[in-house]
């Protein structure tokens, strides 16, 4: 009997170029909404009201949650990175037109660039895979088209590829005009304003910090990476793990640190894009994370309302059971833009 491995890709079986396998199209329905709620008790207030969805949006659909859409392309993305240690972070992520339940989104991903590790210590060789991952919907509307890096473990742990590829190829930052033109123009901000008090554009105020006291536990890890159709095996096989234990989804970490956001500043929105995003170390079942969150830049839209540029750090706090345990270790390092009435 001919036997046959599968596996995903090493950093040797890369090409600069190459666009890898496609994953299969998610149409997103209700199921996905209420799975993402009960992971993390979101409290974006237009994905939750339909009712209030129609009247500033004018959709008769619900509209999905900006971080559970954004999750979804990343997972149809990790073909790439199955057997990856880690990703090390995310850029230029813009959503630029709204998710709707009943959108179907379909992904594609691209080698921009191969950096191999320098090896130290005698380590297994490694190296960086940059790709540009391009999201698109039902009608071939580009949703959303950004970057990551994960750090994937070559075939031959000897291996000395002779892949140098600078990532500036990544871009660095998003326009202003990037952002302006992906702000909706034809919602009734108006009417949000008026049906809802607290802070909204006018009252955010520039270099305040947000300490978020409420902290939430990681919990049912495997099963969001399992729903977003993410492959990477260290998130489902401690085996697969260099931790000995299963590495959370850097969208896990992410998606509750946009739930703590919404304590702190309740209108807002839509999450519009994310400057940055760093996963400057691990996340573990059973962490308990909390939010920091700084208001650097506010712009005025001609259309009204405007986008508001903050800053979250993201801590946790490990068990003694944890790999690596300790207290308040800096997980997550993120610059994104809100869009607010």
Excluded at 45 to 65: F, K, V, Y
Excluded at 252 to 261: D, M, N, R, V
Aim: hydrophobic residues 40%.
């Amino acid at each position: 009997m001919k036997e046959v491995i599968v596996e995903g890709p090493y950093f040797e079986d890369f090409t600069v170029g190459e666009f890898l396998e496609e994953a299969p199209s998610i149409t997103l329905t209700t199921g996905h909404a209420n799975m993402h709620q009960m992971l993390f008790g979101d409290r974006s207030r237009l994905p939750l009201d339909q009712h209030l969805t129609h009247e500033i949006t004018g959709s008769d659909r619900p509209l999905a949650n900006a971080i559970m859409a954004m999750g979804f392309g990343v997972g149809q993305t990790t073909y790439a990175s199955q057997n990856v240690m880690g990703n090390l972070f995310y850029r230029g992520v813009v959503l630029k037109k709204p998710v709707y339940i009943g959108d179907t989104l379909s992904t594609t991903t691209q080698i921009v660039a191969l950096r191999q590790n320098k090896i130290k210590g005698g380590r297994p060789s490694t190296g960086m895979v940059g790709l540009e991952i391009t999201t698109t919907n039902q009608n071939g509307d580009e949703i959303m088209r950004f970057w990551r890096c994960p750090m994937v473990p070559c075939r031959n742990p000897k291996a000395q590829t002779g892949h140098a590829d600078y990532l500036d190829v990544i871009p660095s930052d998003i326009s202003t005009q990037t952002l302006i033109d992906a702000a909706p123009t034809d919602w009734d901000l108006e009417a949000f304003r008026k049906r809802f008090t607290g802070i909204h554009f006018d009252q955010v105020e520039v270099d305040v910090l947000f300490k978020i006291k409420a902290r939430d536990t990681v919990t049912l890890a495997p099963e969001l990476a399992r729903a977003t159709l993410n492959l990477a095996m260290t998130h489902t096989d401690a085996g697969a793990s260099i931790y000995g234990k299963r590495l959370v989804y850097g969208g896990h970490t992410i998606s509750i640190a946009a739930a703590q956001l919404l304590r702190a500043l309740p209108n807002t929105l839509l999450i519009l894009a994310w400057r940055h995003c760093n996963h400057v170390a691990p996340v573990f079942e059973d962490d308990i994370l909390r939010s920091e969150i700084t208001v650097l830049k506010k712009t005025p839209l001609a259309s009204g309302g405007g986008l508001v540029d903050l800053q979250i750090n993201v801590w946790a706090d490990r068990g003694d059971n944890a790999p690596k345990p300790g207290k308040n270790d800096h997980v997550l390092d993120w610059g994104l833009v809100i869009f607010m009435a």
